[in-house]
């Protein structure tokens, strides 16, 4: 099986604030290469590195806001988050759980520090990824998939670690998540040394991010913490050995291969969908939710 050649890595730029909870390195659409249509069907990567916030009574997080056309993804890694929306779904994500929210024709959403994490403070370490749907399901009834970590699937390595699969499959196991396109999202836990092998297909839009200690990637790439991985769309196989205690997350999706037009918290094919979506959002067709 031919090895996945790396085209780019990536440290984290300059850290900006989404609201006032979430200090967050953009990765995608970002810098460079990493263009929406480059990494579809994964349209944005806000990655809250671990960072330390201090006891506050006034929840920190991000207001009222609107969604459609795609899926956020919250993988929590530390820290607690506590959301809401205007169909009434709502709930904590804990560390190590995963909160898989299809906004689709719309939703009103919020989202918030934990309130006991709020008072008692501490680190906070968060990746949110939007990953797109194609046409025939942006305008489809919104839902959620709120995953605990116990119900994540764990492929065990052995000495080596484990591999959580939060969507798609490793080595036959399936992942917990449904999906509306074929989407692999997973988390390497490695010990030190600990290696691991990875198999997607050549074509599918390929990347990993380091989320705790360093990793080296197909034998020779020294990849540090935080750091972002693109793979070139051929060959089959990648391997990652851990230098150190390491999580790193691999996202690997077959493109979806539509037209991408996209507004601030709308992402459909064309920009009348996109006039359409502004229209709907200030007739209240959202639904109502208090901030």
């Given at each position: 099986?031919?090895?996945?050649?790396i085209e780019?890595?990536?440290?984290?730029?300059?850290p900006?604030?989404?609201g006032d909870?979430f200090r967050v390195h953009?990765?995608?659409p970002?810098?460079s290469?990493?263009?929406?249509?480059?990494?579809?069907?994964?349209?944005?990567?806000?990655?809250?590195s671990k960072?330390?916030?201090s006891?506050?009574?006034?929840?920190?997080?991000?207001?009222?806001?609107?969604?459609?056309?795609?899926?956020t993804?919250t993988?929590?890694?530390?820290?607690?988050?506590?959301h809401?929306?205007?169909?009434?779904?709502?709930?904590v994500?804990?560390e190590g759980?995963?909160?898989w929210?299809?906004?689709?024709?719309?939703?009103?959403?919020?989202?918030?520090h934990?309130?006991?994490?709020s008072?008692?403070?501490?680190?906070f370490?968060?990746?949110?990824l939007?990953?797109?749907?194609p046409?025939k399901?942006?305008m489809?009834?919104?839902?959620?998939?709120?995953i605990?970590?116990?119900?994540?699937?764990?492929f065990d390595l052995?000495?080596?670690?484990?591999i959580?699969v939060?969507?798609?499959?490793?080595?036959?196991?399936?992942?917990?998540?449904?999906?509306?396109?074929?989407?692999?999202l997973?988390?390497?836990?490695?010990n030190?040394?600990?290696?691991?092998?990875?198999s997607f297909?050549?074509n599918?839009?390929?990347?990993?991010?380091?989320?705790?200690?360093?990793?080296?990637v197909?034998?020779?790439e020294q990849v540090?913490?935080?750091?972002f991985?693109?793979?070139?769309?051929n060959?089959?196989?990648?391997?990652?050995?851990a230098?150190?205690q390491?999580?790193v997350?691999l996202?690997s999706?077959?493109?979806?291969?539509?037209?991408i037009?996209s507004?601030?918290?709308f992402?459909?094919?064309h920009?009348?969908?996109?006039?359409?979506?502004?229209?709907?959002?200030?007739?209240g067709?959202?639904g109502?939710?208090e901030?």
């Amino acid at each position: 099986m031919a090895t996945k050649q790396i085209e780019l890595v990536m440290a984290p730029g300059v850290p900006h604030f989404v609201g006032d909870g979430f200090r967050v390195h953009n990765f995608i659409p970002g810098r460079s290469r990493l263009s929406m249509k480059r990494m579809d069907p994964f349209i944005m990567l806000d990655y809250n590195s671990k960072y330390y916030f201090s006891p506050t009574e006034q929840a920190r997080g991000v207001g009222v806001h609107p969604h459609r056309g795609f899926e956020t993804v919250t993988i929590a890694y530390k820290g607690k988050v506590a959301h809401h929306d205007s169909s009434g779904g709502g709930g904590v994500i804990g560390e190590g759980d995963v909160q898989w929210m299809t906004a689709a024709s719309g939703v009103l959403h919020k989202e918030y520090h934990e309130k006991e994490f709020s008072k008692a403070g501490g680190d906070f370490q968060m990746v949110q990824l939007w990953v797109n749907l194609p046409a025939k399901d942006k305008m489809s009834a919104p839902k959620y998939q709120a995953i605990e970590n116990k119900q994540i699937p764990i492929f065990d390595l052995g000495e080596n670690g484990k591999i959580e699969v939060i969507a798609g499959e490793y080595q036959g196991l399936k992942g917990a998540a449904s999906t509306f396109t074929p989407v692999n999202l997973l988390n390497a836990k490695l010990n030190k040394d600990g290696k691991a092998t990875f198999s997607f297909p050549a074509n599918y839009n390929t990347a990993l991010l380091v989320l705790e200690g360093s990793v080296v990637v197909n034998g020779n790439e020294q990849v540090a913490l935080d750091n972002f991985v693109l793979f070139e769309n051929n060959g089959e196989s990648i391997d990652i050995q851990a230098n150190e205690q390491a999580v790193v997350l691999l996202m690997s999706g077959e493109p979806i291969g539509e037209p991408i037009a996209s507004h601030g918290p709308f992402v459909m094919n064309h920009h009348l969908e996109l006039v359409q979506a502004f229209d709907d959002f200030n007739q209240g067709k959202f639904g109502y939710l208090e901030d």
